[in-house]
T-cell receptor, first 114, second 113 residues
Framework: AAGVIQSPRHLIKEKRETATLKCYPI?????VYWYQQGPGQDPQFLIS???????DKGSIPDRFSAQQFSDYHSELNMSSLELGDSALYFC?????????????FGQGTRLTVV | KNQVEQSPQSLIILEGKNCTLQ??????????LRWYKQDTGRGPVSLTI?????NTKSNGRYTATLDADTKQSSLHITASQLSDSASYIC????????????FGRGTQLTVWP
C-alpha cells in the first residue's frame, strides 16, 4: 500500500538560504500535518491542513509557510534558515472526515543548516 | 493546557523480558490515543489506536490499555526482542478540532541480548 512520501530525504542548506520540503499524503487522505523534531526532542506541531485549508497552527515560525495543493500534496517553505532549524521534519496524513482513524507518518526530511 | 506525559523516559531490559510504558494526558476534549514506535531517524509507525470506549487493544506482542476516566494509558510489550529497541511515543488526538495531535516525549527502550 502507498505510504506518505516526503522529499527530499536529506537536505543541506546554508544559513539564510531557503528550503522547500514536500509531502505526498496517502491517496484519499484529507488531512496533512507537519511536525519538527529536533535532536533528542519530541515532535513539535507546526501546521496542518484539512481539505486544502489550514486547519490548525502550532509553533511554526513566521519565516516558514505551508500550503496544500489541489492534488493534496503539501509543501513547507522555509526562508532565512537558521542553524536551529536543523531537524527532522515529518509529514503525516489521515482521513479526519472519518473519526478516529490512523495518522500515518512519512520517513521525514532531515534538514541540516550549516 | 493540553499535555501528554510519558514515563519512564528511558528503559533498558533484557531480551525476552516484558515491560510496561506509561502515558498520562490532559488533552481535552479527548478523541483517541495512539501509540507509535519510532526508530532513530525514521518516521513514527503506528502500533495501536484507541477511542474513549476501548479499554484494551492488542497488536501482536504489544498490548495497550486505556482508562479514559483517569486519563492514563499503558503499552505492555511481552517477550521483548532486540528489534523492539526504539522510542515509543504516546499521541493523543483532541476532539472537535481538526488537525492537532499531541505528542509525548517518548520512552526510549533498549533491549539487550
Amino acid at each position: 500500500a502507498a505510504g506518505v512520501i516526503q522529499s527530499p530525504r536529506h537536505l543541506i542548506k546554508e544559513k539564510r538560504e531557503t528550503a522547500t520540503l514536500k509531502c505526498y499524503p496517502i491517496p484519499r487522505h484529507d488531512t496533512v500535518y507537519w511536525y519538527q523534531q529536533g535532536p533528542g526532542q519530541d515532535p513539535q506541531f507546526l501546521i496542518s491542513f484539512y481539505e486544502k485549508m489550514q486547519s490548525d497552527k502550532g509553533s511554526i515560525p513566521d519565516r516558514f509557510s505551508a500550503q496544500q495543493f489541489s492534488d493534496y500534496h503539501s509543501e513547507l517553505n522555509m526562508s532565512s534558515l537558521e542553524l536551529g532549524d536543523s531537524a527532522l521534519y515529518f509529514c503525516a496524513s489521515s482521513l479526519e472526515s472519518i473519526m478516529n482513524t490512523e495518522a500515518f507518518f512519512g520517513q521525514g526530511t532531515r534538514l541540516t543548516v550549516v | 493546557k493540553n499535555q501528554v506525559e510519558q514515563s519512564p523516559q528511558s528503559l533498558i531490559i533484557l531480551e525476552g523480558k516484558n515491560c510496561t510504558l506509561q502515558c498520562n494526558y490532559t488533552v481535552s476534549p479527548f478523541s483517541n490515543l495512539r501509540w507509535y514506535k519510532q526508530d532513530t531517524g525514521r518516521g513514527p509507525v503506528s502500533l495501536t489506536i484507541m477511542t474513549f470506549s476501548e479499554n484494551t487493544k492488542s497488536n501482536g506482542r504489544y498490548t495497550a490499555t486505556l482508562d479514559a476516566d483517569t486519563k492514563q494509558s499503558s503499552l505492555h510489550i511481552t517477550a521483548s526482542q532486540l528489534s523492539d529497541s526504539a522510542s515509543y511515543i504516546c499521541v493523543v488526538s483532541r476532539g472537535s478540532t481538526l488537525g492537532r495531535l499531541y505528542f509525548g516525549r517518548g520512552t526510549q527502550l533498549t533491549v539487550w541480548p
